[in-house]
């Protein structure tokens, strides 16, 4: 007798549907069987279902079961067959059809419940695309799956309640997606009310939330670098829908969601060490797997100690910088993972660190220095829009005078002019593809950002005196226009344009 | 060809004669030898870590100096040596620079550009160890010894405690050059040195004139009054209070925001504006007025 359950591959962030064909032979020795280039996990996955089938109560058939996963040609990895394989075999035990324009996926557990199983979401909308009404999916990966419109997922438990339902004898109730209201609490570390001082980087760190411009930190050991990164989540603007989905895919696939989870509606920070391997952080394996910077998309990649970070990382991340996506080539696939983060690094500014420390002295030798700065290569400095100093601040002068901290702004009031300006942006670029001004071409900038004679004439005034490359240049007329926006002003005056300025390339340029 | 001056020749300078025993027997040069280049010789030392304000006074002083037509000396090291070589070349001064390694090499390496721009100048570039000797540690010392002795005096601008800055101040005082130093900060470890030559007797140094009055020489006509002029054309009152704050003491932005109560945005924009018409300058983070 044979069985079809259908069900999906995903290929990087695309999915293909695969036909789970289940036969069962009354001739032959019992035996149990998987073709159709199941990797590991798959090919273990008979034990499971057999296990899980005995503890439902039903006998596991004692006749030759061969399962074929087609297409064949299609490598299949991962543990989300054993539902498909298990219903297959029910369904002829226990004499049930399966209902028409389903999908199923799932892990099975020893006891016949289901497990948490990664790319739910995107097999939801794999089956809006192509009209597949339901979903059987396990019960902690409903909430991913139910985020689609238009599809109903059924939240399965265990092997007992789905051949209930197929029995028509009980009930599942599909899910109901809630869109979760903004107003979570923010996974911010520190509020940028507690980082005293560095108000010159605090508000750089505003400007770039606001326009998802790269900003590189440069200073000593403990002068609150590190804090300032952290604090810089309770300031992001949320995701808006499509990039809530986005987001939420890449995570899927990885397998990042927890169970129970469902759309990602904050931006993601990710903060990788600098032992981090190439392949960690871009992404790829022989098996390409979204990297740290695929699970920083539409987020903040913080790249603490960036100088540490081995050179061919660093400029493995050139091309995701430019263009927003990484495109992992393999024999046999080929994978695209969007990677449009905003990068946030930081670095010391010497070997020894303490470089224009107002109380430590440097010990470092000028040659010591250049070719600790050198290691951060131009072209990745080229791509930083915001380039800041951070010197260490006196926490004596801040101790005795405890109103000023009073006085600070806390991030939620930062975030609220970061939400305006970052609103302001989409409406800009509503006709364009672009969603901020860091992701502004030439073409944008022309259109965008109008410069009056006397701005024009700062600008090259300032190219001139500071030396600034044509990419700065254009890097500076990009920062006025964040700064415009958080002013809610429509053109960009010479104020925006001379605060713009002083994020220029500072320390690592004169290398 | 290797170009160089025995201890026998007459072009062998006078000043460097009189040291005795530790003149070295002879000197190898670069650029083109004219006996007056030695005539008035200034040398001026500092730390290899100078801090913005001994380079700022540095250039100050230099400048002044070397347009009244003194030539500098000095050892190429990067830091103080090569905020003086290159103040003079700015102004077109002479300067001779004092190499710590052999004639045929550039060291450091990166101040390349320098070494050039010296010799465009009409500069010499010396040294008493000959082709490819590599700099050592002692030939560090040892080239000191002639820095001090191609001068009069000698100017140490910043030098920390057991410096080569000391060294070459050793040498001055042992040859019985005059000695002028630059007061600082007490607590700066790069002023400890030069306040212990102060207590030792050297004399205190605060504008060029102190130095041009050794030498007998005029000060040259440098236009000081066009700095004058800018500052009283219209300033904003948030430019004047700024002003009126750096010239007290550099500050960077952040200490500037938090004395002044003006948000980093404002202080960044004015401070931006200011830097673009040249009232104000930036030096590793800090500002100060021009």
Request: net charge positive.
């Given at each position: 007798?044979?069985?079809?359950v259908?069900s999906?591959?995903?290929?990087?962030?695309?999915?293909?549907?695969?036909?789970?064909?289940?036969?069962?032979?009354?001739?032959?020795?019992?035996?149990?069987e998987?073709?159709?280039?199941?990797?590991?996990?798959?090919?273990?996955?008979?034990?499971r279902v057999?296990?899980?089938?005995?503890?439902?109560?039903?006998?596991?058939?004692?006749?030759?079961?061969?399962?074929?996963?087609?297409?064949?040609?299609?490598?299949?990895?991962?543990?989300?067959?054993?539902?498909?394989?298990?219903?297959?075999?029910l369904?002829?035990?226990?004499?049930?059809?399966?209902?028409e324009?389903?999908l199923?996926?799932?892990?099975?557990?020893?006891?016949?419940?289901?497990?948490?199983?990664?790319?739910?979401?995107?097999?939801?909308?794999?089956?809006?695309?192509?009209?597949?009404?339901?979903l059987?999916?396990?019960?902690?990966?409903?909430?991913?799956?139910?985020?689609?419109?238009g599809?109903?997922?059924?939240?399965?438990?265990n092997?007992i309640?789905?051949?209930?339902?197929?029995?028509?004898?009980?009930?599942?109730?599909?899910?109901?997606?809630?869109?979760?209201?903004?107003?979570?609490?923010?996974?911010?570390?520190?509020?940028?009310?507690?980082?005293?001082?560095?108000?010159?980087?605090?508000?750089?760190?505003?400007?770039a939330a606001?326009?998802?411009?790269?900003?590189?930190?440069?200073?000593?050991?403990?002068?609150?670098?590190?804090?300032?990164?952290?604090?810089?989540?309770?300031?992001l603007?949320?995701?808006?829908?499509t990039?809530?989905?986005?987001?939420?895919?890449?995570?899927?696939?990885?397998?990042?969601i927890?169970?129970g989870?469902?759309?990602?509606?904050?931006?993601?920070?990710?903060?990788?060490?600098?032992s981090?391997?190439?392949?960690?952080?871009?992404?790829g394996?022989?098996?390409?797997?979204?990297?740290?910077?695929?699970?920083?998309?539409?987020?903040?990649?913080?790249?603490?100690?960036?100088?540490?970070?081995?050179?061919?990382?660093?400029?493995?991340?050139?091309?995701?910088?430019?263009?927003?996506y990484?495109?992992?080539?393999?024999?046999?696939?080929r994978?695209?993972?969007?990677?449009?983060?905003?990068l946030?690094?930081?670095?010391?500014?010497?070997?020894?660190?303490?470089?224009?420390?107002?109380?430590?002295?440097?010990v470092?030798?000028?040659?010591?220095?250049?070719?600790?700065?050198k290691?951060?290569?131009?072209?990745?400095?080229?791509?930083?829009?915001?380039?800041?100093?951070i010197?260490?601040?006196?926490?004596?002068?801040?101790?005795?005078?405890?109103?000023?901290?009073?006085?600070?702004?806390?991030?939620?009031?930062?975030?609220?002019?970061?939400?305006?300006?970052?609103?302001?942006?989409?409406?800009?670029?509503?006709?364009?593809?672009?969603?901020?001004?860091a992701q502004?071409?030439?073409?944008?900038?022309?259109?965008?950002?109008?410069?009056?004679?006397?701005?024009?004439?700062?600008?090259?005034t300032?190219?001139?005196?500071?030396?600034?490359?044509?990419?700065?240049y254009?890097?500076?007329?990009?920062?006025?226009?964040?700064i415009?926006?958080?002013?809610?002003?429509?053109?960009?005056?010479?104020?925006?344009?001379?605060?713009a300025?002083q994020?220029?390339?500072?320390?690592?340029?004169?290398v | 060809m290797?170009?160089?001056?025995?201890?026998?020749?007459?072009k062998?300078?006078?000043?460097?004669k009189?040291?005795?025993?530790?003149a070295?027997?002879?000197?190898?040069?670069k650029?083109?030898w004219?006996?007056?280049?030695?005539?008035?010789?200034?040398?001026?030392?500092g730390?290899?870590?100078?801090?913005?304000?001994?380079?700022?006074?540095?250039?100050q002083?230099?400048?002044e100096?070397?347009?009244?037509?003194?030539?500098?000396?000095?050892?190429f090291?990067?830091?103080?040596?090569?905020?003086?070589h290159s103040?003079?070349?700015?102004?077109?001064?002479?300067t001779?620079?004092?190499?710590?390694?052999?004639?045929?090499?550039?060291?450091?390496?990166y101040?390349e550009?320098?070494?050039?721009?010296?010799?465009?100048?009409?500069?010499?570039?010396?040294?008493?160890?000959?082709g490819?000797?590599?700099?050592?540690?002692?030939?560090?010392a040892?080239?000191?010894r002639?820095?001090?002795?191609?001068?009069?005096?000698?100017?140490?601008?910043?030098?920390?405690?057991n410096?080569?800055?000391?060294?070459?101040?050793?040498?001055?005082?042992?040859?019985g050059?005059?000695?002028?130093?630059v007061?600082?900060?007490?607590?700066?470890?790069?002023?400890?040195?030069?306040?212990?030559?102060?207590?030792?007797?050297?004399?205190?140094v605060?504008e060029a004139?102190?130095?041009?009055?050794?030498?007998?020489?005029s000060?040259?006509?440098?236009?000081?009054?066009e700095?004058?002029?800018?500052?009283s054309?219209?300033l904003?009152?948030?430019?004047?209070?700024?002003?009126?704050?750096?010239k007290?003491?550099?500050?960077?932005?952040?200490?500037?925001?938090?004395t002044l109560?003006?948000?980093?945005?404002k202080?960044?924009?004015?401070?931006?504006?200011?830097?673009?018409?040249?009232f104000?300058?930036?030096?590793?983070g800090?500002?100060?007025?021009?």
């Amino acid at each position: 007798m044979l069985i079809k359950v259908p069900s999906v591959v995903n290929l990087g962030l695309e999915t293909i549907k695969v036909d789970v064909e289940v036969n069962l032979a009354n001739r032959g020795l019992p035996g149990f069987e998987i073709v159709g280039l199941p990797d590991k996990a798959v090919d273990e996955s008979k034990e499971r279902v057999r296990a899980a089938i005995s503890s439902s109560g039903v006998d596991f058939p004692a006749k030759k079961i061969t399962v074929n996963l087609a297409p064949a040609d299609i490598q299949k990895e991962g543990s989300l067959y054993d539902l498909p394989i298990a219903v297959g075999i029910l369904s002829s035990v226990l004499q049930f059809p399966i209902p028409e324009k389903s999908l199923f996926l799932g892990e099975l557990s020893f006891d016949g419940s289901l497990r948490h199983t990664k790319g739910a979401l995107l097999m939801a909308l794999f089956a809006k695309e192509f009209g597949f009404s339901n979903l059987f999916v396990p019960k902690d990966s409903a909430n991913e799956a139910g985020v689609v419109k238009g599809v109903k997922v059924f939240p399965v438990e265990n092997l007992i309640q789905i051949a209930g339902y197929f029995l028509k004898k009980r009930n599942i109730e599909p899910v109901v997606y809630q869109k979760i209201l903004s107003g979570l609490p923010s996974s911010a570390e520190f509020d940028m009310r507690e980082v005293l001082g560095q108000e010159q980087a605090k508000r750089a760190m505003e400007i770039a939330a606001a326009g998802g411009h790269n900003i590189i930190m440069v200073g000593s050991p403990g002068s609150g670098k590190t804090m300032l990164a952290r604090a810089l989540p309770g300031i992001l603007p949320p995701l808006n829908e499509t990039e809530s989905l986005e987001v939420t895919k890449i995570y899927s696939v990885a397998g990042s969601i927890p169970p129970g989870g469902s759309l990602i509606t904050e931006r993601q920070f990710r903060a990788p060490h600098h032992s981090a391997s190439l392949v960690g952080l871009v992404g790829g394996g022989a098996k390409p797997h979204p990297g740290e910077i695929s699970l920083a998309h539409r987020g903040v990649l913080f790249l603490d100690e960036f100088n540490e970070f081995p050179h061919n990382v660093m400029e493995a991340m050139r091309q995701p910088l430019e263009d927003g996506y990484l495109t992992i080539s393999r024999s046999k696939q080929r994978v695209i993972y969007p990677a449009d983060f905003m990068l946030v690094a930081s670095a010391n500014p010497c070997p020894c660190g303490y470089l224009n420390h107002p109380k430590k002295n440097c010990v470092c030798t000028q040659n010591q220095i250049k070719k600790y700065q050198k290691r951060i290569s131009g072209p990745i400095l080229d791509r930083i829009d915001l380039h800041i100093a951070i010197l260490p601040v006196d926490t004596a002068e801040f101790s005795d005078n405890q109103k000023n901290s009073e006085l600070l702004e806390s991030s939620k009031i930062i975030k609220q002019r970061v939400v305006l300006a970052k609103e302001k942006q989409e409406e800009r670029f509503i006709k364009d593809s672009i969603q901020s001004n860091a992701q502004m071409k030439n073409s944008h900038i022309k259109k965008y950002c109008k410069l009056t004679k006397d701005i024009e004439g700062i600008l090259r005034t300032a190219s001139l005196k500071f030396q600034l490359s044509a990419r700065s240049y254009m890097k500076t007329i990009k920062v006025a226009r964040t700064i415009a926006d958080l002013d809610g002003a429509e053109e960009i005056t010479i104020s925006h344009m001379a605060e713009a300025l002083q994020y220029k390339p500072k320390i690592y340029d004169t290398v | 060809m290797e170009k160089a001056v025995k201890i026998e020749d007459k072009k062998y300078p006078k000043s460097l004669k009189e040291i005795g025993r530790e003149a070295p027997k002879k000197l190898y040069y670069k650029g083109e030898w004219k006996e007056e280049i030695f005539e008035n010789c200034l040398a001026v030392v500092g730390s290899r870590h100078l801090t913005g304000y001994g380079k700022k006074i540095t250039e100050q002083l230099v400048t002044e100096i070397a347009a009244s037509g003194i030539t500098i000396v000095s050892g190429f090291m990067y830091g103080g040596d090569e905020a003086a070589h290159s103040a003079t070349v700015r102004i077109g001064g002479k300067t001779i620079a004092v190499m710590p390694c052999g004639i045929d090499m550039i060291h450091p390496e990166y101040q390349e550009k320098l070494y050039y721009e010296i010799l465009e100048n009409k500069g010499l570039i010396i040294s008493e160890l000959e082709g490819k000797f590599s700099p050592v540690n002692w030939t560090y010392a040892r080239r000191n010894r002639i820095v001090a002795g191609l001068s009069k005096a000698i100017l140490v601008v910043e030098a920390g405690l057991n410096s080569g800055t000391l060294i070459t101040a050793k040498y001055a005082k042992k040859y019985g050059r005059k000695i002028f130093a630059v007061p600082g900060q007490i607590t700066s470890d790069v002023s400890k040195g030069t306040i212990k030559l102060i207590k030792e007797g050297a004399f205190v140094v605060t504008e060029a004139s102190d130095i041009l009055k050794y030498y007998n020489v005029s000060p040259a006509n440098l236009s000081n009054s066009e700095s004058q002029a800018k500052q009283s054309s219209i300033l904003s009152k948030e430019e004047k209070t700024i002003i009126e704050q750096l010239k007290r003491e550099p500050m960077e932005a952040d200490l500037l925001s938090r004395t002044l109560g003006i948000s980093a945005a404002k202080v960044g924009t004015t401070l931006s504006l200011m830097q673009l018409k040249g009232f104000i300058n930036q030096e590793s983070g800090k500002y100060y007025v021009n």
